[in-house]
Each structure stands twice: as structure tokens, then as C-alpha cells.
């Protein structure tokens, strides 16, 4: 472990530093719980806490997270900023190649071929009179292991200034946090984590200021080897097989069998997904059952059930399930889905079960030069007195849903350059409305660590029709990354209140990162000028890993 890390500013969207041996994981947002997102790999795609994520929003600029929780096939990712991302979202990630077995060279032997050399004797300890002659090997035990300490420690700030059409206004963010994981602290096995952060928002927007910290993690877990024939966590964390139902303040255990299948459950109260995280008012429990195979190339699947009260009234009875399984080394299936049952409890909708929130893709990538995937998502807004945002509409609620639908294809024109197409339609319950991107990937120009990205994009939603293209360059030299980019968007509000004149919006964005030992800085300046804005936002992000 290093030496413990001192705390410092920095900016607003960090920007992955390549790895010399890495591999390309695409990825989608399965559940959306506040300023979190789950997304649709985990840690058999060698997925860690701390990996960056980039989203890549249909026809809005990238948004920028940091992978915060792993379980085997999900991940929990707490976004760099302010961003909502709609379910679906699509996303990349560098996760390091492991280094390929060094297999030696065969030696000479004279012995005769049909018998076997035999593999080198394990040391053994100080032999007695009266030990055995053939003595088992062992393993340490976990009050033989030392405790180690790992984690990291992050702050990042954010100034907007707005002096668009004739305002003047500024607004401040900034948030430092920790999250750290101790393991075998009690010698016994087990691991104790904590994640928590403060974060200050200021505006002059009616002399705003608030501040607060939040616990986001803090739990004891035992039986955290894949190999455990239990798991067992308490305190606050997020639900390890059933992501889809956010924070537990309170209790989750499973019992594992050697043919791949857990069953277990918990109990306690589920934090609001809102910053502050209030609990107590939502209380409940949950239980659950896993099947995955070894191979992590196969299947696995969880079904779950939650059922929750509200200020000690009945409130949801949910049930969910995930799946993910390949089919072929190139065809991957994901797909998630939760299904309210409402009662004489839920006064706004119909008795009976509906399917408040689904996802369903899959990728066919042949090699890595081409692929091609389909992806299908639905929301509509549960009928619950703890709904996640109280102030819906009773039409919205009674009604609301958006379908999405989406298909991206991309295929190698020579190596290192990428066009990749997006097509996707949506339909809600007010409209419906198309959009397309077509990108252009060209990487390590001219065999230098230049790469460019250019992309044309148009859509035709509910609320605006818009269209642009945006490009930018990324130079990586050793550790030190700088990237420069300039997108134009022209948009038109056609069917509200608003002046449906178009207008035009320049953006500059530039960015430098770089890494230095345990520590990554990264600061960033973006400019927004045309018909309605005239802004400037500055961030910087600071990280240190130990």
C-alpha cells in the first residue's frame, strides 16, 4: 500500500487514461437510482471499483462515472456531475488485458516418453519423526493473513457562469469523498467498506446554499470469495444480487451451493434515492435466487421479490429479474425487467401487475473489427406512496410510459478507423419521435496517440427537434492526455409556448488529464455561446488510489 494520500481540487470530467494492454467493454444503463446507474457487466468481465465509464447519450454530450460497487455480472456507477441518464444508455470502459500465461520451453529429458515428469514438490515445513510421509498441502488461514487496506480518495468542483440573455448568475458544486476497504480486519476473513462524501451547492439563483454528507456505504461483509458457501452483509450497502432496488440500511444474506445457485434475502430499511438518502420511512424486505454457471462466457440469472411499507402502510410489491448469457463466443443476451403488483394500496392505478421498467439487448461482435447490437427499454412510473419523485402529474402517473427502441452498427473501414451508426425511436404516452448518429472513430493517426472522434446527429423528439455534429481530438503522450473538441447544435422547440424560431448553440470543450504515480488530476473548461447561451464552466477532478 502506498503512502496515505493528501486531499486537492479538481475537474469536472475525467478522462480515461489508456492502459498500454486494454480491452474495449461496451455497456448499458439497466437501472437508474438517483445520481447512480447500474449498468449490465461486472467483475467477469473484469470490471473494478474505481474503472471510468464514459455514456455516450443519443445526441448529447458524453457524461462521465466512476465504478463505485462490482458484483459478478452488475456494476453501480456514480456519475460525475449532475447528469440523469435514461434507461438503455450506452457506455464504454477499459478494463487491462491479463498477461498471457508463459508457457516454457520443453527440455530435454531422457526419461522414457510414457512416463510423465513429475511438477516441482511444494515446500513443505520442518519435518517430525512422527508426521506422515505424504502430508497435505494447506492454506492459510484468515488468522494467518495480514489485513490490507485499499481505496481511494477523490474531490472534484464545478463554476458555471451565465450571462446568456441578459442573466448573470453563477453556480457552484463541489463534493470530496472517500471510499475504503478493509479486508480480513478482525482476522477472521470478511471485509468492512465505507464510502461516504461531502458536497456544497451554491447559487445566487435566491442566495441558494446547502451542504451535506452522506454514508453512501458503510457495511461488513463476510464470505466475499466467489468460492464461500455464504454471504453475509450488514450495515448500509447496495443490494449485491438485486441492484435493480437501490441501498439497504439493514441486513442481506445468501447461502450458496456447489451446482451455482443461491437463494438468501434481507431486510431493513431502503434509502430514498436522493442525495441526502433519507431512511426509516421505507421499510420492507427482499429475497432472491441465482443461478450462474462457471463459465462466466454462459448464463446467469436472478428473479427477486421486495416488498416494502411506507410510514408502516403497505406500499409495493415488486418483483424483478436479470439475466445475461452467450449464446455463441459473439452473441450476447442481457435482460432485465420489474413488475409492480398493485392492490387496493395504490389508489391511482388498476389491481393487478404492471411492467414498470424493462431492458432487453443483444450484441453480435464477430471480431473486433465489426458488430452490430439491438436494444429495447420501457419506463412508465409505479403507483407508490415512496415513489422516487412525489410530484408526478396523476395523468403522468396514471399513464406516463416511454418505449425506446435502438440499433447501433459499426464495421472497421481499415484499421483504426471506425464509422459506427445509431438509429432509435421512442413512443410515450404525449409522442413519438426518431433520431439518428453516425460517428466516425479514427485512431492513432498516422501511428501517433491521436485520436479523432467526429459524429453528425439529428432528432426529432417531444419537446425539441434539433440537429448538429460535433468533433474531437485526443492526444495521449505517456501519462499526460489533452483533448479539444467544438460541437454545433441547431434546435427548435415546435410544439410548446416557446418562440419555435431556431436556435444555435457553440460549444468549445477542452480538457487535460494526466497521472502521476497513485494520483490522476484532471481539469476541464467548456464554452457556451449563440442565440440563448453565453456560459463558461470550469471543473477539475482529483483522485488518489491506494
Known amino acids: 500500500m502506498s503512502t496515505l494520500c493528501r486531499l486537492a481540487l479538481v475537474i469536472v470530467i475525467g478522462l480515461n487514461v489508456r492502459a498500454s494492454a486494454a480491452t474495449i467493454v461496451n455497456v448499458a444503463v439497466t437501472a437508474v437510482a438517483g445520481r447512480s446507474v447500474y449498468i449490465d457487466h461486472g467483475r467477469d468481465a473484469g470490471i473494478a471499483a474505481g474503472t471510468r465509464v464514459t455514456f455516450t447519450p443519443a445526441g448529447a454530450a458524453a457524461v ?3 465504478v463505485a460497487d462490482v458484483s459478478r455480472t452488475t456494476s453501480r456507477v456514480d456519475l460525475i456531475g449532475s447528469d440523469i441518464l435514461p434507461l438503455g444508455t450506452q457506455g464504454k470502459l477499459e478494463v487491462p ?30 519435518r517430525t519423526p512422527d508426521m506422515p510421509l505424504l502430508a497435505s498441502a494447506s492454506s492459510r488461514s484468515p488468522a494467518e493473513r495480514p489485513w490490507t487496506l485499499r481505496g481511494r480518495i477523490y474531490t472534484n468542483f464545478f463554476l458555471t457562469l451565465d450571462r ?28 468492512f467498506r465505507f464510502d461516504g462524501e461531502y458536497a456544497l451547492r451554491e447559487s445566487d439563483v435566491g442566495d441558494t446554499a446547502d451542504d451535506q454528507f452522506r454514508i453512501k456505504r458503510f457495511s461488513y461483509t463476510i464470505g466475499t470469495e466467489r468460492w464461500a458457501p455464504y454471504h453475509l452483509e450488514l450495515g448500509r450497502f447496495s443490494s449485491y444480487y438485486l441492484p435493480e432496488i437501490g441501498y439497504v440500511d439493514g441486513v442481506e444474506g445468501a447461502v450458496r451451493f456447489e451446482d451455482g445457485i443461491s437463494v438468501g434475502g434481507g431486510l431493513g430499511g431502503y434509502p430514498r434515492p436522493f442525495y441526502d438518502q433519507d ?21 446467469s440469472g436472478t428473479v427477486g421479490y421486495q416488498r416494502t411499507w411506507r410510514d408502516h402502510e403497505p406500499d409495493r410489491d415488486l418483483l424483478i429479474a436479470h439475466a445475461s448469457s452467450y449464446l455463441t463466443k459473439s452473441l450476447w443476451l442481457y435482460g432485465s425487467a420489474t413488475l409492480d403488483i398493485y392492490s387496493a394500496a395504490n389508489p391511482v392505478k388498476s389491481t393487478g401487475p404492471e411492467e414498470t421498467s424493462a431492458l432487453l439487448q443483444a450484441r453480435y461482435t464477430p471480431d473486433k473489427s465489426q458488430g452490430t447490437g439491438l436494444l429495447y427499454s420501457r ?14 402529474p396523476l395523468d403522468l402517473l396514471r399513464e406516463g410510459r416511454v418505449d425506446r427502441l435502438e440499433w447501433s452498427i459499426y464495421h472497421d473501414i481499415v484499421t483504426d478507423l471506425r464509422p459506427t451508426l445509431r438509429l432509435y425511436y421512442f413512443d410515450s404516452d404525449r409522442a413519438n419521435g426518431i433520431g439518428e448518429e453516425l460517428d466516425l472513430d479514427w485512431t492513432n493517426i498516422g501511428g501517433e496517440p491521436l485520436d479523432l472522434h467526429n459524429a453528425v446527429f439529428h432528432s426529432d423528439g417531444e419537446y425539441s427537434d434539433d440537429w448538429g455534429l460535433r468533433s474531437e481530438a485526443n492526444l495521449k503522450k505517456g501519462d499526460l492526455s489533452l483533448t479539444l473538441g467544438y460541437e454545433f447544435l441547431r ?3 415546435p410544439d410548446t409556448q416557446t418562440d419555435s424560431g431556431a436556435s444555435t448553440r457553440h460549444t468549445i470543450r477542452g ?17 457556451y455561446f449563440g442565440d440563448a447561451d453565453d456560459a463558461y464552466l470550469l471543473g477539475t477532478y482529483i483522485e488518489c488510489r491506494f
Request: overall charge negative; hydrophobic content about 30%; cysteine-free.
Open 491 to 493: 434546435y427548435t422547440f
Open 379 to 392: 419506463y412508465a412510473w409505479a403507483d407508490i406512496r415512496g415513489r422516487d419523485y412525489p410530484i408526478v
Open 64 to 66: 462521465e462515472g466512476v
Open 279 to 299: 431512511t426509516g420511512e421505507d421499510l420492507g424486505f427482499h429475497l432472491f435466487a441465482e443461478y450462474a454457471t462457471k463459465d462466466p462466457m454462459k448464463f
Open 164 to 191: 446568456g440573455e441578459s442573466r448573470d448568475h453563477h453556480y457552484i458544486y463541489s463534493r470530496t469523498g472517500t471510499a475504503l476497504t478493509l479486508t480480513n480486519p478482525f482476522r477472521q476473513g470478511g471485509e
Open 511 to 527: 480538457s487535460m488529464s494526466w497521472q502521476s504515480g497513485d494520483w490522476y488530476y484532471n481539469v476541464s473548461l467548456d464554452r
Open 97 to 126: 488485458d491479463l498477461p498471457a500465461p508463459k508457457i516454457p520451453a520443453p527440455q530435454p529429458t531422457t526419461r522414457p516418453s510414457a512416463i510423465p515428469a513429475h511438477p516441482p514438490w511444494a515446500p513443505q515445513e520442518e
